[in-house]
């Protein structure tokens, strides 16, 4: 079961605090997606990266952030300006042309 | 805009019934179509896309350029069908980024 993985599965953090939220592929994808998951929402995606060192955002960017220093690593980073971290974050990745691979998500829970 | 609609949160029918799961789309070029399935515990999966024009464990799903729609069907249902279903499209800006729809929860009852 290689591919995407993510890690942590579950994340608990206080309010105010930063998290970063991890997202590895062995698929040698140069494009890399964060998606979050919310009942009723479906996926909305935060933030995507094409190739290494350029990422954009997506529809709900603020209140994360990203780095692509490495083809394989996509970390997301949620801030304390995130208003609504609480959620499901789903990392995918694939060429420009094939169907996004998932990982299994990470559930992150602020309190 | 772009856009994908998935009318029903929830779907239940009965094992052997026909299962229709609707999916419109707004989009001005020729989007990609594709489905995506999420099983209890598992990763969300590619179920379909339409380029491919296959089916897949017996669901099918066609692109109706005029009634925007992606429409994905089963004959008969299956209770390991029962999952959350998510319709999504590709535009033709090569981000390779999808937008999804809302998702429709698939409950098959025995």
């Known amino acids: 079961d290689g591919g995407i993985t993510q890690s942590p599965k579950y994340l608990f953090r206080k309010e105010g605090q930063n998290v970063t939220l991890s997202c590895e592929q062995n698929?040698?994808?140069?494009?890399m997606y964060w998606y979050r998951q919310d009942p009723g929402q479906g996926l909305r995606l935060i933030y995507y990266?094409?190739?290494?060192?350029?990422?954009q955002k997506g529809d709900i960017a603020e209140g994360y952030s990203v780095s692509r220093e490495k083809k394989e690593s996509f970390p997301l980073t949620v801030t304390s300006a995130q208003k609504n971290p609480t959620a499901f974050y789903l990392c995918?990745?694939?060429?420009?042309?094939?169907?996004?691979?998932f990982g299994n998500g990470t559930r992150l829970t602020v309190t | 805009a772009q856009r994908v609609t998935q009318p029903e949160k929830l779907l239940s029918v009965f094992k052997g019934a026909p299962v229709e799961l609707k999916c419109n789309y707004s989009?001005?070029?020729?989007?990609?179509l594709f489905w995506y399935v999420q099983y209890s515990r598992q990763r969300l999966q590619l179920l379909l896309r339409?380029?491919s024009r296959e089916s897949i464990k017996g669901f099918t799903a066609d692109l109706n350029k005029g009634e925007t729609s992606f429409h994905l069907k089963k004959p008969f249902a299956q209770e390991e069908d029962s999952a959350m279903y998510y319709c999504?499209?590709?535009?033709?800006?090569?981000?390779?980024?999808?937008?999804f729809g809302q998702g429709t929860t698939l409950q098959v009852k025995p």
């Open positions: 698929l040698n994808h140069d494009a």
């Open positions: 989009y001005s070029g020729s989007p990609e």
């Open positions: 339409h380029i």
């Open positions: 995918a990745s694939s060429t420009t042309i094939s169907p996004l691979h």
């Open positions: 990266s094409q190739i290494v060192n350029d990422f």
């Open positions: 999504a499209l590709r535009g033709s800006s090569n981000t390779g980024k999808l937008i």
